[in-house]
């Protein structure tokens, strides 16, 4: 995924990294990783799936307690290119209605299901009122490269202004338990360089 597409909002530089986490909330790890997040002070967006969130109310209300920012990642986390127009189009509503629902307010910022900018989602999203988000770093916290030593490599290279993707969801072949393992160690190398981890904004 190209980080310069025009879908991308720009974010301000100034030792700051963009941390999300996309395809929860899931019971076991999301828990696990605002713990992390909590002890480094550290601040990061959750783009939840609705449907999961629905059934886990209250872990998004904890999300959103400590400080995070929670954005839409549809209702179901169908690939964007599946789906009539018709049915993506309200992907995106009810993912954000789910969140809404829950909070009493709706999602500021929208991310697609595997990053697929299709006209119609972007369009729903923004008439909503929902910024699109992609990423510029991938953890790549899943598959086969989804090693907890791959995914400290990758976030290694983060630099300032980063928008940095990885999941706290299992969704099909997610490791959450890998971006946990060396998430605490990331943050101390981001406090050692300056650099805070903020929620979009
Ligand atoms: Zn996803």
Redesign the pocket.
């Known amino acids: 995924m190209t980080p310069e597409s025009p879908a991308l909002v720009q974010l301000p530089k100034g030792n700051r990294v963009y941390l999300t986490f996309?395809?929860g909330p899931d019971a076991r790890w999301t828990p696990r990783i605002l713990d992390i997040l909590a002890k480094a002070q550290a601040r990061a967006t959750f783009?939840v799936?609705g449907r999961q969130a629905r059934g886990q109310a209250a872990l998004v209300r904890r999300i959103a307690a400590q400080g995070h920012e929670i954005g839409n990642?549809t209702w179901s986390?169908r690939h964007p290119w599946t789906m009539l127009s018709s049915d993506a189009r309200r992907e995106v509503r009810d993912g954000a209605a789910a969140i809404a629902d829950i909070l009493g307010y709706g999602p500021r910022f929208f991310?697609p299901?595997?990053g697929c900018l299709r006209r119609c989602m972007i369009e729903e999203a923004r008439a909503l009122g929902q910024a699109v988000v992609l990423w510029s770093l991938s953890a790549v916290d899943w598959g086969v490269l989804g090693t907890a030593a791959g995914v400290a490599a990758r976030l290694d290279a983060v630099q300032d202004g980063d928008i940095v993707l990885m999941?706290d969801?299992r969704?099909l072949i997610n490791r959450p338990w890998q971006t946990a393992s060396v998430l605490p160690v990331f943050l101390d190398g981001l406090r050692q360089r300056g650099l805070r981890a903020e929620r979009l904004d």
């Open positions: 996309d395809d783009f799936v990642h986390h991310r299901p595997h999941h969801g969704g």
